[in-house]
């Protein structure tokens, strides 16, 4: 199979679900829940704050990070935070948001950040001659006022190290980097049992504050 060809699955319910019967790798994966009423209102008890995004999607569309504020809530999308005193105000902003679509709910890492943005990290990997490969570590720095780092919403590209060595610290970057790396062959390995055909992966990693290593979710047509 050659590189950047091969099966593609949308469904990141799907890829989380196959990723967390790994005893490895499940504990850093977010809490991460169908999106209902239920669930909603049980993690952010639990959280305190949570992400909404969509099972289907690229680019950071549609994805929206809610917080308990006092009394009522926060709602951010974008650039854009909007205050609810209800749950039913939140649900009916949500319900706008979501357009029918079906949405997952994960748990609010608070990330590394650097001047106050937060980053995060992509990891592509690709089958090349039968064989996985890692071809690019990079970090991305969420654009100033966002939550999101995707690059099509003004992130910033940078070396891994670099991100690491400033939104933590220089002696963690060669061991964060290795950990990412090892993740993503064990990942793939279990992705690859689940699904056979697939030719590219696009690992989207989070450092939170105490340097612990989450994977947010895993892309089968990374950009």
Not at 117 to 129: A, F, H, L, N, T
Not at 180 to 208: C, K, N
Request: hydrophobic residues 35%; proline residues 4%; aromatic residues 8%.
């Amino acid at each position: 199979m050659q590189a950047g060809t091969g099966r593609t699955l949308a469904n990141k319910w799907a890829k989380t679900a196959a990723l967390k019967t790994h005893p490895g790798i499940a504990p850093h994966i977010p809490h991460t829940r169908l999106f209902t009423e239920a669930n909603l209102r049980r993690m952010l008890a639990q959280y305190g704050s949570v992400v909404v995004k969509p099972q289907r999607g690229t680019g950071g569309l549609g994805v929206a990070k809610i917080a308990r504020s006092g009394r009522g809530y926060t709602l951010t999308v974008g650039a854009s935070k909007r205050s609810y005193r209800s749950f039913a105000g939140l649900l009916r902003a949500l319900r706008r948001l979501r357009r029918g679509r079906r949405y997952l709910i994960q748990r609010c890492i608070p990330l590394a950040t650097i001047g106050g943005r937060p980053i995060d990290y992509r990891v592509k990997i690709v089958k090349e001659g039968g064989a996985w490969k890692i071809r690019a570590i990079v970090g991305r720095l969420a654009r100033k006022g966002l939550f999101v780092t995707n690059l099509c919403r003004g992130g910033t590209q940078l070396p891994a190290s670099v991100g690491i060595s400033r939104s933590l610290s220089p002696r963690l970057a060669a061991v964060k980097k290795r950990q990412m790396r090892s993740l993503t062959y064990t990942a793939t390995a279990v992705l690859e049992q689940r699904y056979p055909g697939i030719g590219q992966l696009g690992f989207d990693y989070g450092l939170d504050r105490s340097g612990k290593i989450w994977i947010f979710e895993v892309n089968t047509r990374p950009h």
